[in-house]
């Protein structure tokens, strides 16, 4: 079992700036592609961003939704499970509870179900 804990969350005025981090314990021997989702009041949880891994740093690929590319950055630690995201540029729209997961392949990681371990979500709060 891998349990995941994201922190960073907040409340912010548009335009600001927050970082999630979510950080891994339990079986972490073992690499997995990491993936931040959100979800909005009576909204479906939709996919942000994730990154895979790789056994060189050049081969770790990023991918993004259309509406926060160019604004968030994902990242990982080398070598290790603890991902970041970093969002700059806020707006409205981006309040949401910001979920961390774990994925043991590295495909078609814009689907929910490619995810194993997921975190208890961190709330992101964007005032205008």
């Known amino acids: 079992q891998v349990q995941l804990v994201e922190s960073g969350g907040g409340l912010v005025q548009a335009g600001g700036s927050l970082r999630l981090s979510c950080a891994p314990s339990?079986?972490?021997?073992?690499?997995?592609?990491m993936g931040w989702f959100r979800q909005a009041p009576g909204k479906e949880r939709e996919f942000v961003s994730a990154?895979?891994?790789?056994?060189?740093?050049?081969?770790?690929?990023?991918f993004y939704s259309e509406s926060v590319k160019g604004r968030f950055t994902i990242s990982r630690e080398n070598g290790q499970n603890t991902v970041y995201l970093q969002m700059n540029n806020l707006k409205p729209e981006d309040t949401a509870v910001y979920y961390c997961?774990?994925?043991?392949?590295?495909?078609?990681?814009?689907?929910?179900?490619?995810?194993?371990?997921w975190g208890q979500g961190t709330q992101v709060t964007v005032s205008s």
């Open positions: 997961a774990a994925a043991r392949g590295r495909r078609d990681l814009e689907y929910a179900t490619q995810y194993t371990y």
């Open positions: 990154i895979t891994w790789s056994v060189t740093w050049s081969g770790v690929n990023t």
């Open positions: 339990g079986r972490t021997s073992s690499m997995y592609s």
